[in-house]
């Protein structure tokens, strides 16, 4: 029964201790330069600040690819420079992709991370059920004593 206890009690403080850490965490943007048509795996949904360039008058189409759903986030057609957001809803792969002929330099920096609501409901469950299943053995015992 300490056994069960104290995995009860680690599965608690755990799930409380994470939150400020992956604040910390979150609060960190993440740069990358993007070659045309390269995949960035996203740790966390959130907002994405996307930059290209090129030489003016340059037209180029700017596309970003969620394959989990199939859909195009963003289709722009641009000329010369551009600055967007995109929101990211999940966390996974996104194919970020200038289609054009000429050189152009695309620069991803996500902003306002966020995590996934499966990792959030897994967390809150998981913290949750324990705290319960400790509490009624730590009542269990009381009634017993």
């Not at 300490?2 to 680690?10: G, M, P, W, Y």
């Not at 990358?32 to 930059?51: D, R």
Request: charged share 15%; glycine share 8%; aromatic share 6%.
């Amino acid at each position: 029964m300490r056994l069960l206890k104290a995995v009860l009690l680690s599965v608690v403080i755990m799930t409380l201790l994470v939150f400020p850490i992956e604040k910390n965490v979150l609060t960190q943007p993440i740069s990358e330069v993007v070659l045309v048509g390269q995949g960035i795996i996203v740790p966390s949904s959130g907002m994405v600040m996307l930059s290209s360039s090129a030489d003016e008058g340059t037209e180029y189409d700017v596309k970003v690819f969620d394959p989990e759903s199939g859909r195009a986030v963003l289709e722009r057609n641009v000329s010369g420079s551009f600055r967007g957001r995109v929101m990211l809803e999940h966390s996974g792969p996104y194919y970020f992709s200038v289609q054009t002929m000429t050189p152009v330099t695309m620069a991803v920096r996500i902003i306002n991370r966020y995590p996934s609501v499966t990792v959030l409901n897994i967390r809150y469950g998981l913290g949750g059920v324990s705290a319960l299943l400790l509490a009624a053995i730590l009542l269990v015992e009381g009634i017993k004593k």
